[in-house]
């Protein structure tokens, strides 16, 4: 698809990924509307862009996050591509995981972007693209981080399965599964501690790619092992 010119709503835009990913998008012309939590922060990031439309909700509240989308859409007179850039993260055994924390990761991780993108979808122009922002833990779950690693299998799963279904309307499904990226995720955890992370992956590098992807219509962002960077395919 053309970034230029295109209506994107970034979802999780007041964190650091959600954040980056919106200036990258309205840098190359696109015309960026946001959602976020944190409205203060919100406000700022879109006065930063030029005053572009701005929603608060939380992505557990299904009915704020459906209004966001709406208003966005009316805003920008349509969708052509969704970004969602939500995420929390749990740390410890998975035998003594909290049902509550457990149910949360899940909430955010996984229900929540499922419900958004329902949400888009009947705005959402064809030929364009919905991003979705999972984790390198969907091919490779890690220990002390069962049910974070689940919540991201879980919607990597589901994008694959929806790209499939939009075929007939030439909406590509973008899964973007980066290593580990400073965001300050880890120091935001629901419970626990995390284990020894590896340093963090370079965050232009994985916007950089997010946006090649949309580009080329791919189905995945991921990292070559043997080459140790990130791959758009």
Known sequence: MELSGARVLVAGATGVL??????ALAGEGARV???????????????ELGGVPATAADAVDVDAVR???????AALGGLDAVVVAWGVVAFGAAADAD?????????????????????????????????????????????????YSASKAALSAWAGVLRRELRGRSIGVLDVRPPHVDTGLVDRALA?????????????????????????????VVVDPRERRLVVR
Do not use: C, W, Y
Not at 100 to 105: G, M, R, S
């Open 99 to 147: 049902d509550a924390v457990t149910e949360e990761l899940f909430a955010v991780n996984t229900l929540a972007p499922m419900s958004l993108v329902r949400a888009a979808l009947p705005h959402l122009a064809d030929g364009g693209a919905v991003v979705l922002l999972s984790a390198i833990v969907a091919d490779a779950p890690t220990l002390g981080m069962a049910e």
């Open 192 to 220: 626990g501690t995390p284990p020894k992370l590896p340093a963090g992956h370079d965050l232009g590098e994985v916007v950089s790619a997010v946006l090649d992807g949309m580009r080329q219509g791919a189905r995945e």
């Open 33 to 47: 509307a946001l959602s976020g939590r944190d409205d203060g922060r919100l406000q700022a990031l879109a006065a």
């Open 67 to 73: 209004a966001a989308v709406d208003a966005t859409a």
């Open 18 to 23: 959600g954040g980056a990913l919106a200036r």
